[in-house]
């Protein structure tokens, strides 16, 4: 009963924007303790968190800029293209995600279905959480497209229909999370483990700032996420259980017209709980420079501590070029190779197949930035070197090389 009421009170506030229009206003919420909802907290405090003056784990980089107090327990900024960490505060402590989790989750349906397939909502994902969780009240064989599912999961951060996009993706949630922590594996998170799709309180559902940059990062690259992380406002119009279309506002305060508006957001994801606090996602393109900013367990704004972190990046970093010489990379033999391989004595060559860029403090000499090497295998096909480029020990981005011929090609 108490679901009923909630839905006829969301269902009359987006009756009511329909008939204004005005999509700035801030989307309407219903609070329940620990419910995965997703009002990031904003509130202004006179006294700062306990993590307020605790400084940047990348201040003690030699001739790095000094990054920003934030409120946030974690944090890291880098830029998505070159992979440098521009700023990092507790990034391997582990934390609750809160909603954030549905990055994961709209990722793998985005690797693994069709957009415009058809999802039905079983009884267990209609009615398999709290009533005051976020939600689109969703019922029991309400038919949406994927492409209408996951909008409701990025923008309304609708936790039954995460659990629906899980059946679809694997058959039961179960299977789901056990995809969701292979794929984590895959891209190299160490401290994360997920026991849902949708981000609720569990206490073995957690990660680090370091691992969800990773994750974040891929998902970014994928063009069909992109549309869903990007995204302002979406309706799903009347389906074969609800005669209303629905409206849904992306609850990120940062982007376009919005009560947090920052120059250059392109989108994000936010999520609260009582245990995760304010967690938040955000990714923001300025000049030439496409910098991810995640916060973790953020009390008094992860907004604020947001947009400061942003600042701090564009302010004090540019993408450098490093203008590398497109002759091939030969390889030193062992002595005995250039005897069964062709002209294997002179040259082992690697070439560049695009531009290389780093992304380093201001006025940094790129010439002087150490670099290392190193050649990785590959099951088929032509071996790759791989060079990481170095500011005082900070890895600011990365070239990869790729060999022209496979070894059996260079075989006398």
Avoid at 14 to 24: D, E, N, P, Q
Avoid at 205 to 228: C, E, G, S, V
Avoid at 260 to 287: D, I, N, P, Q
Wanted: net charge neutral; glycine share 6%; with cysteine.
């Amino acid at each position: 009963m108490l679901r009923k009421k909630f839905k006829y009170l969301k269902l009359a506030a987006g009756i009511l924007l329909s008939a204004s229009m005005v999509f700035s206003l801030p989307a309407v919420t219903f609070c329940a303790e620990d419910s995965g909802d997703e009002a990031v907290s904003d509130a202004s405090s006179d006294s700062h968190t306990a993590y307020y003056d605790q400084p940047a784990d990348s201040n003690s980089i030699k001739g790095w800029p000094k990054g920003p107090k934030i409120e946030g327990e974690s944090a890291i900024l880098m830029d998505v293209v070159t992979e440098s960490v521009l700023y990092s505060k507790n990034a391997d402590k582990k934390q609750y995600p809160a909603s954030i989790t549905k990055i994961m989750t709209t990722l793998l349906a985005c690797e693994n279905l069709q957009m415009n397939d058809k999802l039905v909502m079983s009884q267990e994902a209609a009615y398999g959480i709290e009533a005051g969780s976020s939600s689109i009240y969703a019922e029991t064989d309400e038919v949406f497209t994927v492409r209408q599912a996951l909008m409701a999961v990025m923008l309304e951060s609708a936790n039954e229909v995460s659990l629906g996009i899980a059946e679809k993706t694997s058959g039961s949630v179960k299977k789901f999370v056990e995809l969701m922590n292979w794929r984590a594996r895959q891209l190299g998170c160490t401290n994360t483990h997920f026991n849902n799709p949708n981000g609720l309180p569990d206490e073995t559902h957690y990660t680090t700032a370091n691992d969800m940059a990773k994750i974040a990062k891929q998902a970014w690259f994928n063009p069909l996420f992109r549309q869903f992380i990007t995204r302002g406002y979406f309706e799903i119009p009347p389906t074969n259980k609800q005669p209303e279309t629905r409206y849904m506002l992306n609850h990120h305060q940062m982007m376009k017209d919005r009560d947090h508006e920052y120059e250059g957001v392109l989108g994000g994801k936010t999520g609260y709980t009582t245990a995760a606090g304010s967690t938040l996602v955000t990714f923001a393109k300025r000049g030439d420079m496409i910098l991810m900013c995640i916060v973790l367990n953020s009390i008094n704004g992860a907004y604020d501590d947001t947009a400061a972190l942003l600042d701090y990046g564009f302010n004090n970093f540019e993408r450098a070029d490093m203008g590398l010489d497109k002759e091939p990379v030969p390889v030193k033999m062992l002595p005995c190779e250039k005897y069964i391989l062709n002209n294997g004595g002179n040259t082992y060559p690697f070439y560049y197949q695009r531009r290389v860029y780093v992304t380093v403090p201001k006025g940094t000499n790129v010439k002087k930035l150490a670099k290392r090497q190193a050649i990785l295998p590959n099951a088929v096909g032509p071996l790759r070197l791989k060079s990481k480029y170095y500011y005082n020990g900070n890895m600011v981005g990365w070239g990869m090389q790729y060999e022209r011929y496979i070894s059996s090609d260079l075989l006398l």
